[in-house]
């Protein structure tokens, strides 16, 4: 009986192996946030490092997004991530969506709950740990482009509503 469920659960691993990721999804960078708002070399690192795999179209995977089922549950991140937030389409969306993006930002890694914690399990990924200071630099950003935002657009522009 054991050996038949190991038997089938190696056969499911094999099949699941033909049912790879799209890796290329889009790679469209024509809203691209650095197009408006200026990023220091430093802070372009930590974005990439730490948050474009799952916040832009730039994602770089790794050997073990090739893998199934670990590919299936990595994809499911990045595009659940990207919906939220794309710093490739970032100049693309309203005004208000993009000043309510850097609230967001800043409340997500104040709360430390960005990047998520999986991205740095059994050390993948060591350089997305960020430190204190790296934390602080894009809380800066972030708030220097909404006062920018605020004070280039009239107030009613920045609010979000839905529609
Ligand atoms: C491994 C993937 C991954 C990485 C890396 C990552 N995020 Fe996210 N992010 C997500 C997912 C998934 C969501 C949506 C679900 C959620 O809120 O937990 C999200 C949501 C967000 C949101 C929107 C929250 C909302 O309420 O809509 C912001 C802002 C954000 N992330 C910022 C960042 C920043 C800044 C970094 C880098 C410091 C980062 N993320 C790194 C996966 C990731």
Redesign the pocket.
């Known amino acids: 009986m054991f050996k038949k469920i190991l038997y089938l659960l190696l056969i499911s691993f094999i099949v699941i192996q033909f049912f790879q990721i799209n890796k290329t999804p889009s790679n469209a960078l024509s809203g691209d946030i650095k197009t408006k708002y200026s990023v220091s070399e430093s802070l372009d690192k930590?974005?990439k490092v730490?948050?474009?795999?799952?916040?832009s179209n730039e994602t770089k995977y790794p050997w073990y997004a090739s893998i199934q089922p670990i590919g299936w549950w990595?994809q499911?991140?990045?595009?659940?991530?990207k919906?939220?937030?794309n710093f490739s389409n970032f100049t693309e969306r309203r005004i208000a969506y993009q000043n309510h993006?850097f609230e967001?930002?800043i409340?997500?890694?104040e709360k430390k709950?960005?990047?998520?914690p999986?991205?740095t399990w059994l050390g993948l990924?060591p350089e997305?740990k960020?430190t204190d200071p790296q934390?602080q630099e894009?809380i800066d950003w972030?708030k220097s482009n909404m006062s920018l935002l605020s004070s280039t657009y009239p107030p009613d522009s920045l609010v979000l509503k839905r529609n």
Not at 113 to 116: D, G, K, R, T, W
Request: a negative charge; charged letters at 20%; one cysteine or more.
């Open positions: 930590t974005l730490a948050c474009n795999d799952c916040h990595l499911a991140h990045m595009n659940e991530g919906k939220h937030l993006k967001e930002i409340e997500m890694v709950e960005m990047p998520i999986s991205y990924h997305a960020l934390r894009i972030a």
